[in-house]
């Protein structure tokens, strides 16, 4: 019975692509924004928070193409990974023009370490997580 429970959700993410909240359980990601920066703040770790909205084309390519892969995961070690969807409940501050839009932010004061803009392979992401790291433990 669970397998044909996660075979029929794998179906229906591959045919209408996956919203926040799916991406965010496939991913084991974070979907709520405070409670995501708490954690960060407490384990000391960058806040990742990726900005999607339904439907686009662009926001399930860089869930499926390049986060749901073994080099970002890899990486998350340094991270609080969140998935939110763009009228989800977050700061004004962080909302961006388009998605997706991923922010590595500061768990400390809040501000923005790195920011990409759309879709990115996994080379520019992996630059991206390594460059928001460097900077916050300056």
């Not at 662009?58 to 998350?76: A, H």
Request: some cysteine.
């Amino acid at each position: 019975m669970l397998q044909k429970t996660v075979l029929l959700l794998l179906l229906t993410l591959t045919l209408f692509g996956a919203n926040a909240k799916d991406s965010a359980f496939m991913l084991e990601y974070r979907e709520v924004y405070s409670s995501a920066l708490k954690e960060a703040k407490k384990e000391h770790k960058v806040l990742m928070m990726v900005i999607v909205k339904e439907p686009c084309p662009y926001c399930d390519m860089l869930v499926d193409d390049t986060l749901d892969t073994k080099t970002i995961k890899d990486k998350l070690t340094n991270f609080v990974p969140l998935i939110i969807a763009h009228d989800d409940k977050y700061p004004d501050r962080f909302r961006p023009p388009f998605r997706p839009m991923t922010l590595f932010i500061n768990p400390d004061d809040s501000s923005i370490l790195k920011s990409l803009a759309g879709y990115r392979e996994v080379d520019v992401f992996e630059n991206a997580m390594d460059i928001a790291v460097k900077k916050y433990k300056k």
